[in-house]
Each structure stands twice: as structure tokens, then as C-alpha cells.
């Protein structure tokens, strides 16, 4: 089959499988599950990146789902505990990423030996897994298919015209040492186009203010190029192109939700700022 075709076909049953889970979902719960699926893959994926043998993450995976199930059944106005538990998880994850952050700009490697390379799958991937689920239900304590379905159509603009852009225009490199095809002129092109995504989500849903749309598309945009750089450094240190073949087209999970992984902690503690002032 045609390799364009292939990639077009698996990017539409990824598409409409994430959507109908996001639409069809009693209090979030068909969403959460294929989120954890998603993390269980991920996880797998990123254990081989870093030639992690343990099998830790996957008895952390069953915990955090567990924990995760019992927030998403509890009452949306009796979540305190939850809430301020996963608060801690948010911030503990975003300190994580801004590590990985400064790793990616002074080219540094996570060190082979230490505790956080080994919990780097809790951090990197099943917590920000588990804050997507909670996501779409932050706001007025109500469940909003229309704030996850938002955020993804931001970071599917901003990537889509980042590519488009920056194949058509682009002149000066990113970061080439990580990513030698990403350009300045692609990242300010899918900033705009995600604004502009953003923009018609704001006026097309009663979900959040045009203010908060466009401040989340800036947060997404930002991080969500940082998120795939950060996963191409993985990459590039374990010497593959792909983190899998699992999605034909598009490689693995991993390259497919780079930057949904990296702004979740991001998206989370904003959206927790917006129920905490209104």
C-alpha cells in the first residue's frame, strides 16, 4: 500500500477511535481507559528508548489507573483529596519536564544509573496519562468533552502547519543538533495557526473564554514543541528513527503523543488556576 495512503488511513482510525472515547464517555470513564492504554504502550515504548528491565512502571501503571478510576467515580464536587493529589503529581511531573527541558538545551543525558531515569516512565508518561484523564472534568466540576477535544485540535494545528510552514518557508534552524528539519519560521507558523485553531474553538463551544483558549494555545504551542524535541533527544540517544512500528505511518505511540504528554501538566495546573479564581 501506498506509504501517504498508509499514513492516512491509521491517522484516521487513531482520530476517530480518540474522538468517539472522548464523546462516548459516561463521566470520562471510556476516555480514561484508552488513555491507559495508550500509557501501558508508551510506557513499553519508553523502556526500550531507555533500556529500562524493570517492570516497575507497569505494577506503577495498575496503581495510578486504580487511583485514577476511583477519583473519575468519586462525586466532581468530593474530589479534594484526589485533587490535591494529583496536584502534587502536576507539579512533581512539570518540574520533571522543565529538567528534561535543560537537559535537551545542554545536550545532556539523563545519567544511566540514576533513580530518576528509572522512574522516568511515572513522570514522563503515566502521570501526564492520568492528568489527561482528569482534564476534561477541571472546569466548573463538570466532564467537557470539548476542552480535551480543544487541546488536541491545537496540537494537531500547531504541528500540521509547523510542518507545512516550515517545509515551504523555513530558512533558520530550530535546533538542528535534535531536530535538523524543525525551523523558527515552522514554530511561529503553528503558533499562529493554533491560535487560530483556538480561536474558532472558543466560538464554536461553550468551554472556555477566547482569553483562555488563546493562552492555552500559546502554553500548547510552546510545549508541545519542547515535548517533541525532548522525544527526539530519546530517540536520537538510542539510535532509532521510530519508537515503534505499532501505528503504520507514524511509527509508535510515542511519536505520535510527544507533545500531548509534554503539555498535560502544563494544561492541567492552568486549568486549575481558572477553577481556583472562578
Not at 95 to 104: A, E, K, R
Request: charged residues 15%.
Amino acid at each position: 500500500m501506498n506509504e501517504t495512503l498508509t499514513r492516512s488511513l491509521s491517522g484516521l482510525v487513531y482520530i476517530l477511535i480518540l474522538i468517539s472515547a472522548i464523546f462516548y464517555s459516561d463521566n470520562g470513564y471510556s476516555f480514561a481507559i484508552l488513555m491507559f492504554i495508550f500509557a501501558g504502550i508508551s510506557c513499553w515504548e519508553l523502556n526500550k528508548l531507555l533500556r529500562i528491565e524493570s517492570y516497575r512502571a507497569y505494577f506503577q501503571l495498575i496503581v495510578l489507573a486504580a487511583f485514577t478510576y476511583l477519583t473519575l467515580a468519586t462525586d466532581l464536587t468530593d474530589r479534594n483529596n484526589a485533587n490535591a493529589a494529583f496536584l502534587i503529581f502536576a507539579i512533581t511531573t512539570l518540574i520533571t519536564h522543565v529538567y528534561l527541558t535543560y537537559n535537551l538545551i545542554n545536550l545532556k543525558k539523563v545519567n544511566e544509573n540514576s533513580m530518576l531515569k528509572q522512574q522516568l516512565p511515572m513522570l514522563y508518561v503515566l502521570i501526564p496519562f492520568s492528568l489527561l484523564t482528569l482534564i476534561p472534568s477541571i472546569v466548573n466540576n463538570t466532564y467537557n468533552p470539548y476542552i480535551i477535544l480543544g487541546i488536541l485540535i491545537i496540537i494537531w494545528s500547531n504541528d500540521t502547519f509547523a510542518y507545512l510552514v516550515g517545509k515551504n518557508f523555513g530558512k533558520r534552524k530550530l535546533y538542528e543538533k535534535i531536530s535538523p528539519k524543525k525551523t523558527i519560521e515552522g514554530l511561529v507558523g503553528g503558533m499562529v495557526f493554533g491560535t487560530i485553531a483556538a480561536l474558532i474553538i472558543a466560538i464554536s463551544t461553550e468551554s472556555l473564554t477566547t482569553f483562555h483558549w488563546i493562552v492555552l494555545s500559546i502554553i500548547i504551542s510552546v510545549t508541545g514543541t519542547i515535548g517533541d524535541l525532548v522525544a527526539s533527544k530519546f530517540k536520537r540517544e538510542a539510535n532509532i528513527k521510530d519508537s515503534s512500528n505499532l501505528i503504520p505511518g507514524h511509527g509508535g505511540f510515542l511519536d505520535r503523543l510527544d507533545s500531548l504528554i509534554f503539555v498535560s501538566s502544563f494544561v492541567y495546573l492552568y486549568l486549575q488556576i481558572i477553577n481556583y479564581v472562578s
